[in-house]
Protein backbone atom coordinates (compact mmCIF):
# COMPACT_ATOMS: atom_id res chain seq x y z
CA UNK A 1 0.00 0.00 0.00
CA UNK A 2 1.44 3.48 -0.88
CA UNK A 3 1.11 6.90 0.93
CA UNK A 4 1.53 10.07 0.52
CA UNK A 5 5.06 11.73 1.49
CA UNK A 6 7.79 14.55 1.21
CA UNK A 7 10.62 12.80 0.99
CA UNK A 8 14.59 14.92 0.94
CA UNK A 9 18.07 14.02 0.34
CA UNK A 10 19.53 17.27 -0.35
CA UNK A 11 19.13 20.87 0.43
CA UNK A 12 15.72 21.70 -0.10
CA UNK A 13 14.58 24.88 -0.07
CA UNK A 14 10.39 25.68 0.30
CA UNK A 15 10.22 25.83 -3.49
CA UNK A 16 10.93 22.55 -3.62
CA UNK A 17 9.10 20.75 -1.17
CA UNK A 18 6.78 18.25 -2.66
CA UNK A 19 4.32 14.92 -2.04
CA UNK A 20 5.71 12.10 -3.48
CA UNK A 21 4.09 8.54 -3.37
CA UNK A 22 5.99 5.92 -0.87
CA UNK A 23 5.18 2.51 0.97
CA UNK A 24 3.17 2.47 4.00
CA UNK A 25 6.04 1.58 6.45
CA UNK A 26 5.90 -2.06 7.26
CA UNK A 27 5.47 -2.40 11.50
CA UNK A 28 8.47 -3.93 13.37
CA UNK A 29 8.63 -5.20 17.06
CA UNK A 30 8.64 -2.34 19.66
CA UNK A 31 7.32 0.23 16.71
CA UNK A 32 4.12 1.20 16.15
CA UNK A 33 2.40 2.51 12.87
CA UNK A 34 1.08 6.01 13.64
CA UNK A 35 -2.18 7.30 11.15
CA UNK A 36 -0.94 10.91 10.76
CA UNK A 37 -4.07 13.52 11.72
CA UNK A 38 -1.59 16.91 11.42
CA UNK A 39 1.89 17.80 12.85
CA UNK A 40 3.52 21.30 13.68
CA UNK A 41 6.46 22.60 11.75
CA UNK A 42 9.00 23.37 13.48
CA UNK A 43 12.60 25.79 13.17
CA UNK A 44 14.74 22.76 13.27
CA UNK A 45 13.05 20.55 10.56
CA UNK A 46 13.80 24.22 8.05
CA UNK A 47 17.41 23.92 9.21
CA UNK A 48 16.98 20.14 8.50
CA UNK A 49 16.09 20.79 5.12
CA UNK A 50 18.21 23.67 4.32
CA UNK A 51 21.49 22.77 5.67
CA UNK A 52 21.83 19.58 8.68
CA UNK A 53 20.62 17.04 5.62
CA UNK A 54 24.00 17.43 4.01
CA UNK A 55 25.15 15.33 7.62
CA UNK A 56 25.93 11.61 7.67
CA UNK A 57 24.15 11.17 10.71
CA UNK A 58 20.51 12.39 8.96
CA UNK A 59 19.03 8.94 7.15
CA UNK A 60 18.96 9.49 4.02
CA UNK A 61 16.54 9.85 2.33
CA UNK A 62 14.53 11.19 5.07
CA UNK A 63 10.98 11.66 5.52
CA UNK A 64 11.58 15.08 7.80
CA UNK A 65 8.99 16.15 10.51
CA UNK A 66 10.37 15.71 14.51
CA UNK A 67 6.69 15.37 16.35
CA UNK A 68 3.07 14.45 15.18
CA UNK A 69 -0.52 13.32 16.64
CA UNK A 70 -2.56 10.76 15.33
CA UNK A 71 -4.15 7.36 16.04
CA UNK A 72 -2.59 4.08 16.52
CA UNK A 73 -3.12 2.20 13.17
CA UNK A 74 -0.94 -0.68 13.93
CA UNK A 75 -0.25 -1.38 17.55
CA UNK A 76 2.43 -4.30 16.78
CA UNK A 77 3.65 -5.77 20.09
CA UNK A 78 3.10 -2.83 22.20
CA UNK A 79 0.34 -1.79 24.69
CA UNK A 80 -1.03 0.78 22.40
CA UNK A 81 -4.56 -0.59 21.08
CA UNK A 82 -5.93 0.63 17.42
CA UNK A 83 -7.50 4.21 17.46
CA UNK A 84 -6.08 5.82 20.49
CA UNK A 85 -4.99 9.31 20.13
CA UNK A 86 -1.50 10.05 20.83
CA UNK A 87 1.12 12.67 20.16
CA UNK A 88 5.04 11.50 19.08
CA UNK A 89 8.08 13.69 19.12
CA UNK A 90 11.76 13.46 18.47
CA UNK A 91 13.65 10.42 19.27
CA UNK A 92 15.25 10.74 16.16
CA UNK A 93 12.27 11.23 14.56
CA UNK A 94 12.47 13.08 10.94
CA UNK A 95 16.33 12.47 11.23
CA UNK A 96 17.38 8.90 11.86
CA UNK A 97 14.12 7.56 10.99
CA UNK A 98 11.30 8.84 8.75
CA UNK A 99 9.42 11.26 10.54
CA UNK A 100 6.27 13.07 10.18
CA UNK A 101 5.62 14.55 6.69
CA UNK A 102 3.67 11.33 5.82
CA UNK A 103 0.13 10.07 6.05
CA UNK A 104 1.79 7.20 8.44
CA UNK A 105 4.60 7.25 10.21
CA UNK A 106 6.68 3.91 11.76
CA UNK A 107 7.93 5.02 15.36
CA UNK A 108 9.65 3.30 18.32
CA UNK A 109 6.57 3.24 21.08
CA UNK A 110 9.07 4.52 23.76
CA UNK A 111 8.77 8.00 21.62
CA UNK A 112 4.45 7.45 21.25
CA UNK A 113 2.36 9.27 24.24
CA UNK A 114 -1.07 8.63 25.00
CA UNK A 115 -3.18 11.81 25.16
CA UNK A 116 -6.47 12.78 26.56
CA UNK A 117 -7.60 15.72 24.83
CA UNK A 118 -10.31 17.44 23.35
CA UNK A 119 -8.02 20.17 21.47
CA UNK A 120 -9.23 19.51 17.70
CA UNK A 121 -6.29 17.88 15.61
CA UNK A 122 -4.78 21.27 14.24
CA UNK A 123 -4.67 22.82 18.01
CA UNK A 124 -3.17 19.49 19.38
CA UNK A 125 -0.58 19.26 16.87
CA UNK A 126 0.44 22.75 18.04
CA UNK A 127 1.48 21.19 21.54
CA UNK A 128 3.95 18.20 21.58
CA UNK A 129 7.51 19.53 20.74
CA UNK A 130 6.40 23.30 21.79
CA UNK A 131 5.39 23.06 24.99
CA UNK A 132 7.18 19.91 26.13
CA UNK A 133 10.29 22.00 25.59
CA UNK A 134 8.47 25.37 27.07
CA UNK A 135 8.01 23.21 30.35
CA UNK A 136 11.04 21.17 30.25
CA UNK A 137 13.14 24.87 30.21
CA UNK A 138 10.89 26.64 32.51
CA UNK A 139 10.45 24.04 34.88
CA UNK A 140 13.51 21.62 34.93
CA UNK A 141 16.23 24.39 34.08
CA UNK A 142 14.76 27.47 34.93
CA UNK A 143 13.07 26.57 38.55
CA UNK A 144 10.33 28.79 37.86
CA UNK A 145 8.32 30.22 40.38
CA UNK A 146 5.23 33.00 41.01
CA UNK A 147 7.45 35.56 42.56
CA UNK A 148 10.29 35.05 39.00
CA UNK A 149 10.77 37.90 36.57
CA UNK A 150 11.22 36.30 33.48
CA UNK A 151 13.00 37.28 30.58
CA UNK A 152 11.77 35.57 26.94
CA UNK A 153 14.44 36.11 24.34
CA UNK A 154 13.04 36.12 20.43
CA UNK A 155 9.13 35.68 21.78
CA UNK A 156 7.20 36.05 19.02
CA UNK A 157 8.12 32.28 18.02
CA UNK A 158 5.79 29.45 18.52
CA UNK A 159 7.95 28.08 21.67
CA UNK A 160 8.09 32.03 22.70
CA UNK A 161 4.17 32.22 22.96
CA UNK A 162 4.04 28.63 24.69
CA UNK A 163 6.76 29.72 27.15
CA UNK A 164 4.89 33.04 27.82
CA UNK A 165 1.26 31.39 28.31
CA UNK A 166 2.95 28.85 31.33
CA UNK A 167 4.83 31.65 32.70
CA UNK A 168 1.40 33.96 32.94
CA UNK A 169 -0.45 31.02 34.13
CA UNK A 170 1.73 30.53 36.60
CA UNK A 171 1.61 34.44 37.72
CA UNK A 172 4.72 36.04 36.61
CA UNK A 173 6.17 38.93 36.02
CA UNK A 174 6.94 38.62 31.77
CA UNK A 175 9.65 41.05 29.78
CA UNK A 176 9.29 39.23 25.49
CA UNK A 177 11.23 40.68 23.15
CA UNK A 178 11.77 40.84 19.05
CA UNK A 179 13.94 41.67 17.01
CA UNK A 180 11.63 42.83 14.66
CA UNK A 181 9.79 46.74 15.45
CA UNK A 182 6.57 45.61 13.71
CA UNK A 183 6.08 42.37 16.13
CA UNK A 184 5.72 43.87 19.11
CA UNK A 185 2.12 44.76 18.29
CA UNK A 186 1.76 40.93 17.96
CA UNK A 187 2.68 40.38 22.08
CA UNK A 188 -0.37 39.94 24.05
CA UNK A 189 -0.51 43.31 26.70
CA UNK A 190 -0.16 40.96 29.72
CA UNK A 191 3.74 41.16 29.40
CA UNK A 192 6.53 43.62 29.10
CA UNK A 193 7.15 44.04 25.15
CA UNK A 194 11.11 45.41 24.14
CA UNK A 195 12.40 44.86 21.00
CA UNK A 196 15.80 43.51 20.67
CA UNK A 197 18.30 44.66 19.35
CA UNK A 198 21.23 42.34 20.82
CA UNK A 199 22.00 44.49 23.79
CA UNK A 200 19.17 44.26 27.34
CA UNK A 201 22.49 44.11 29.47
CA UNK A 202 21.80 47.04 31.82
CA UNK A 203 18.77 48.04 30.27
CA UNK A 204 16.39 45.89 32.55
CA UNK A 205 15.75 45.30 36.45
CA UNK A 206 14.87 42.43 38.49
CA UNK A 207 15.20 39.75 36.24
CA UNK A 208 15.40 36.50 37.52
CA UNK A 209 14.80 33.94 34.88
CA UNK A 210 15.74 34.33 31.08
CA UNK A 211 14.58 31.64 28.63
CA UNK A 212 17.09 32.72 25.64
CA UNK A 213 15.37 31.89 22.20
CA UNK A 214 18.05 33.70 20.35
CA UNK A 215 21.20 31.72 21.77
CA UNK A 216 25.20 32.16 21.37
CA UNK A 217 24.20 35.07 18.99
CA UNK A 218 23.35 36.84 22.60
CA UNK A 219 24.16 34.30 25.05
CA UNK A 220 26.71 36.72 26.81
CA UNK A 221 24.10 39.80 27.20
CA UNK A 222 21.50 37.50 28.46
CA UNK A 223 24.21 36.44 31.04
CA UNK A 224 25.14 40.05 31.76
CA UNK A 225 20.76 40.71 32.05
CA UNK A 226 20.17 38.72 34.76
CA UNK A 227 20.42 39.44 38.66
CA UNK A 228 22.92 37.55 40.82
CA UNK A 229 21.40 34.66 41.96
CA UNK A 230 19.33 34.50 38.48
CA UNK A 231 19.35 31.36 35.88
CA UNK A 232 19.80 31.61 31.71
CA UNK A 233 18.38 28.49 29.88
CA UNK A 234 19.37 28.63 26.50
CA UNK A 235 16.86 26.52 24.39
CA UNK A 236 16.66 28.73 20.78
CA UNK A 237 19.05 29.16 18.28
CA UNK A 238 17.11 32.00 16.42
CA UNK A 239 19.81 34.11 15.64
CA UNK A 240 21.41 32.13 13.48
CA UNK A 241 24.33 30.88 15.84
CA UNK A 242 24.49 27.83 16.87
CA UNK A 243 27.36 27.19 19.04
CA UNK A 244 30.11 30.06 20.99
CA UNK A 245 33.56 29.52 19.57
CA UNK A 246 34.68 31.84 21.77
CA UNK A 247 33.55 31.70 25.69
CA UNK A 248 35.31 32.23 28.44
CA UNK A 249 33.04 31.07 31.14
CA UNK A 250 35.24 32.67 33.90
CA UNK A 251 34.85 36.19 32.68
CA UNK A 252 31.31 35.57 30.12
CA UNK A 253 29.21 34.26 33.45
CA UNK A 254 29.05 37.08 35.59
CA UNK A 255 29.53 36.19 39.53
CA UNK A 256 26.53 33.98 41.02
CA UNK A 257 24.54 33.80 37.96
CA UNK A 258 23.58 30.40 36.49
CA UNK A 259 23.50 28.90 32.52
CA UNK A 260 21.81 25.85 31.75
CA UNK A 261 20.62 24.55 28.74
CA UNK A 262 17.53 22.43 27.46
CA UNK A 263 17.06 19.57 24.61
CA UNK A 264 13.83 18.18 23.86
CA UNK A 265 15.08 14.94 23.38
CA UNK A 266 13.79 12.60 26.34
CA UNK A 267 9.88 13.19 26.80
CA UNK A 268 7.78 10.85 28.77
CA UNK A 269 4.25 10.05 29.17
CA UNK A 270 4.46 12.06 32.35
CA UNK A 271 5.60 14.95 31.42
CA UNK A 272 2.72 14.83 28.68
CA UNK A 273 0.27 13.85 31.40
CA UNK A 274 1.44 17.23 33.37
CA UNK A 275 1.56 19.71 30.33
CA UNK A 276 -2.29 18.51 29.29
CA UNK A 277 -3.21 18.99 32.26
CA UNK A 278 -1.96 22.10 33.54
CA UNK A 279 -3.30 23.50 29.81
CA UNK A 280 -7.00 22.02 30.87
CA UNK A 281 -6.92 23.86 34.32
CA UNK A 282 -5.65 27.07 33.04
CA UNK A 283 -7.86 26.74 29.88
CA UNK A 284 -4.46 27.32 27.99
CA UNK A 285 -4.62 27.46 23.74
CA UNK A 286 -1.72 26.99 21.33
CA UNK A 287 -1.34 30.18 19.31
CA UNK A 288 -1.52 28.97 15.76
CA UNK A 289 0.01 31.15 13.07
CA UNK A 290 -1.26 29.21 10.20
CA UNK A 291 -3.02 25.73 9.02
CA UNK A 292 -2.49 24.27 5.72
CA UNK A 293 -3.57 20.96 4.19
CA UNK A 294 -1.13 18.24 3.44
CA UNK A 295 -1.77 18.96 -0.26
CA UNK A 296 -0.75 22.29 1.03
CA UNK A 297 2.60 21.22 2.26
CA UNK A 298 4.70 23.66 -0.19
CA UNK A 299 3.04 26.87 0.70
CA UNK A 300 3.55 25.83 4.74
CA UNK A 301 7.28 25.12 4.10
CA UNK A 302 7.49 28.74 1.72
CA UNK A 303 5.30 30.60 4.88
CA UNK A 304 8.12 29.38 7.17
CA UNK A 305 10.81 30.08 5.49
CA UNK A 306 9.68 33.45 4.70
CA UNK A 307 8.78 34.20 8.37
CA UNK A 308 6.39 36.23 10.07
CA UNK A 309 3.69 33.73 10.57
CA UNK A 310 2.58 34.62 14.21
CA UNK A 311 2.54 31.45 15.85
CA UNK A 312 2.66 27.93 15.16
CA UNK A 313 2.54 26.52 11.61
CA UNK A 314 0.31 23.28 11.58
CA UNK A 315 -0.44 20.81 8.81
CA UNK A 316 -3.40 18.92 8.83
CA UNK A 317 -3.13 15.04 7.39
CA UNK A 318 -6.94 14.25 7.44
N1 LIG B 1 16.39 23.11 22.58
C1 LIG B 1 15.36 22.44 22.09
O1 LIG B 1 15.14 21.26 22.41
C2 LIG B 1 14.42 23.14 21.17
C3 LIG B 1 13.13 22.62 20.90
C4 LIG B 1 12.26 23.35 20.08
C5 LIG B 1 12.69 24.54 19.51
N2 LIG B 1 13.94 24.99 19.75
C6 LIG B 1 14.43 26.23 19.16
O2 LIG B 1 13.61 27.29 19.62
C7 LIG B 1 13.53 28.31 18.62
C8 LIG B 1 12.07 28.56 18.29
O3 LIG B 1 11.57 27.41 17.63
P1 LIG B 1 10.12 27.39 17.00
O4 LIG B 1 10.00 26.08 16.29
O5 LIG B 1 9.12 27.77 18.03
O6 LIG B 1 10.24 28.55 15.94
P2 LIG B 1 9.15 29.01 14.87
O7 LIG B 1 7.80 28.93 15.43
O8 LIG B 1 9.47 28.32 13.60
O9 LIG B 1 9.43 30.56 14.77
C9 LIG B 1 10.51 31.13 14.23
C10 LIG B 1 10.17 32.63 14.29
O10 LIG B 1 11.18 33.30 15.00
C11 LIG B 1 11.38 34.55 14.39
N3 LIG B 1 12.81 34.91 14.39
C12 LIG B 1 13.72 34.63 13.46
N4 LIG B 1 14.93 35.12 13.80
C13 LIG B 1 14.78 35.73 14.97
C14 LIG B 1 15.65 36.43 15.82
N5 LIG B 1 16.94 36.62 15.54
N6 LIG B 1 15.15 36.91 16.95
C15 LIG B 1 13.85 36.74 17.24
N7 LIG B 1 12.97 36.10 16.47
C16 LIG B 1 13.43 35.59 15.33
C17 LIG B 1 10.90 34.42 12.96
O11 LIG B 1 10.06 35.46 12.62
P3 LIG B 1 10.55 36.92 12.30
O12 LIG B 1 11.92 36.86 11.71
O13 LIG B 1 9.52 37.43 11.35
O14 LIG B 1 10.51 37.59 13.63
C18 LIG B 1 10.03 33.18 12.94
O15 LIG B 1 8.67 33.50 12.75
C19 LIG B 1 14.33 27.79 17.43
O16 LIG B 1 15.62 28.32 17.46
C20 LIG B 1 14.36 26.28 17.64
O17 LIG B 1 15.46 25.67 17.02
C21 LIG B 1 14.81 24.32 20.57
Known amino acids: MKMKAVLIDRVTPAQSVKLTAIPVPAVKPGWVLVKVKAFGLNHSEKILRLSEINNRYIRHPVVPGIECVGEIADASDTDFTVGEKVCAVMGGMGRSFNGSYAEYALLPAHHVFHVDTSLSWAAFAAVPETYLTAWGS ?66 LNGVTKVLDLVGPAV ?31 IKDIPNGVYLTGYFSNSPTQAIFDDIFRFMDIHHLVPKIGAVFTFDQIKEACLTQDKGGADGKIVVTVE
Open 138 to 203: LFDCLKIEVDDTLLVRGATCALGYAAMQIANALGCRVIATTHRESKLSLLDDSVEKRLDGGKLAGE
Open 219 to 249: LKDSLSAVDEGGIVCQTGILGGIEALRDFDP
